[in-house]
């Protein structure tokens, strides 16, 4: 099965063209002191606000400081929420749906219940009120970004065990005497991992713009840790006289977003044809 | 609809108290004239010493008539009075986000599925993948830098003029208009990309079934087929995102009014936050709640409205 999704996903050349581009940006910020032109903390106040030019790529902010080197290193908070928010995001849903696919009638009732309100919720209210509260750091936003955006993937999950329930080989398994335990980690999640990894990769880019406001508005990432949001904020303060301040850490933003986007698609095409 | 209000608030309520710290704390920590006593005073007066259930069960009480508490700030008002002002402004603005996401993208959504492969779909779905990609508040922000700044047509923020009160009736509408264009535009983007989207393979669907290859066999005219047979069915599933897109607005619409600077809800709930102002967190909670609700409500009517079936049944 793998060899024919890969073959399948190297045939999508926009499939290829995000994977590289997110690699790269990967080992970029991994790398990146060993990377970056200048110190992204360092103020220079003999190069405050300098446009876009050959020893500065992309200018300086009101510091003196290399956006460049900011921006690489911003990379490191936005990959880093889409990895963990989205980890705990698909580890709640996976289990809470698992439980109301798997055991259905009063399980199935209260966790769907708990599905319909979360859904309700005007959630970016919820997260701005407890991030606040909690003091503004990564790990924070992280976990509570994760809490609020499980119920696609509960829903998935549920869906899926919900047709695999009657099929034979399940049947079959219970009448063997295998345990709930067996059943649903043996046969029902290696059925689900398609559409989980599918569904956990296209989540990736809502938790990297959650962030990003999150930070825009001055309640995520405190400076002077760059991330690609606070640095967003100070375009805005400095919109009349740096427009490289705005544009650059948004392009970073949209290209990262739309590279997750289209890697989700390409990975759900090649693992079923059928679709689209 | 009850049950889940009451399940919403009741989540709220919970994360809102529990997290650590008080509203107290403002007044104490940033102000050292504040007395312990006068401390002690503050949460007996909000209450904050009873047990969490009494807390609720007591501002449930008060929900019931309406009656959202005073708030935290130092001008104590009604917290309904507070939100009564602004929420035209937030629900105005997102009623015509949601208008112009609705005729645009649902035309745009057809042709692209009409010509499907072709270029005029692939242009969509390019201008789809990145209209999902863009980040709302810097769209605001390239925008203001181009509109505001760069050629000065728009207005930078707020909504309306200094020299408004001055202004004949026409001039006075003309004047909001042109504040709203920026805010209404920015939170219409990013609606308009998905929705676009679900029409186009809504109606690739549909364009597959029978009665569509029925309607062409008689001889009705292509547009006739596409935008009455076709277009009607297409848009059952379309209704329910109505209902779902509320929350990404009202929660798009503390971005955008900190960006503009424009008074509603957003910024209440922006303000109120900041402040550790819970009767007003709540309210506005609870308020986004109920648009969601009516949000629902509203597609499961339309839902009836456009087809018989569940009219019937």
Redesign the interface.
Known sequence: MWSRFLERFLNNKLGVAAAIFLLILFLASWLAPWVVPYDPLAINVKAVLLPPSFSHPLGTDTLGRDVLSRLIYGARISLLVGFVAVGIATFIGTFLGALAGYYGHFVDTIIMRLVDIMLCFPSFFLILAVVTFLEPNIWNIMVVIGLTSWMGVARLVRAEFLSLKEREFVLAARALGASDFHIIFHHFLPNAIAPILVSATLGIPGAILTEAALSFLGIGVQPPTPSWGNMLTLGKDNLEIAWWLSLFPGMAILLTVLAYNLLGEAIRDALDPRLD | MI??LL??TL??FA??HL???SPTDIYTQFNPKVSPEFRQRLIKLYSLDKPLYIQYWMWLKKLAHLDFGRSFAPDARPVWDKIKERLPITVGINVLAMFFIFIIAIPLGVMAAVRHNRFFDKITTIFV??G????????A??L??LFG?KLGWLPLSGLKSLNYESMSILEKFGDIAKHLILPVFVSAFGGLAGLSRFVR?SM?EVIRQDYVLTARAKGLPERVVIYKHALKNALLPVVTILG?SV??L???S??FE??FAIPGMGQL??LS??S?DYPT?MG??VI??V???LG?LLADISYALVDPRIRVG
């Open positions: 049950p889940l399940g919403i989540i709220s994360v809102i997290t650590p710290g993948f990145i999902y990609a863009t980040p709302g508040f810097w769209l922000l390239l203001m830098m700044i393979s690739l779902l929350p990404g009202i929660g798009g503390v971005i900190s960006i709930f922006y936050v900041m550790r967190i506005c909670l986004g709640a648009l969601t609700l629902n």
